[in-house]
Nanobody, 112 residues
Framework: QVQLVESGGGLVQPGGSLRLSCAAS????????MRWYRQAPGKERELVAS????????YYVDSAKGRFTISRDNAKNTVYLRMNSLKPEDTAVYYC?????WGQGTQVTVSS
């Protein structure tokens, strides 16, 4: 069965960095685009970044452009989200997504 397991979240000060990882299994990872979403308390889940199967094309929500980088390692069945210059408004649960499948999420808290 499809499994997506996120890791790498935590508490970080404003201006800090984190790298999220999503380990995928149960499907041919290299055939599928992958996405990172986030959901802050009281807000709808929003798409943060996506990457095509080859890694050749990426998308970022405007608030993430220039600060976040999505990447993938098809040999490791893993997609990453590098987040720099973090702001308090980046605080959310971050989810990995492939089609109708979701991970359990990893909490990112940006606070001094």
């Amino acid at each position: 069965q499809v499994q997506l397991v996120e890791s790498g979240g935590g508490l970080v000060q404003p201006g800090g960095s984190l790298r999220l990882s999503c380990a995928a299994s149960g499907f041919t990872f290299s055939n599928y685009g992958m996405r990172w979403y986030r959901q802050a308390p009281g807000k709808e889940r929003e798409l943060v970044a996506s990457i095509t199967w080859s890694g050749g094309s990426t998308y970022y929500v405007d608030s993430a452009k220039g600060r976040f980088t999505i990447s993938r390692d098809n040999a490791k069945n893993t997609v990453y989200l590098r987040m720099n210059s973090l702001k308090p408004e980046d605080t959310a649960v971050y989810y990995c997504n492939q089609g109708g499948y979701w991970g359990q999420g990893t909490q990112v808290t940006v606070s001094s």
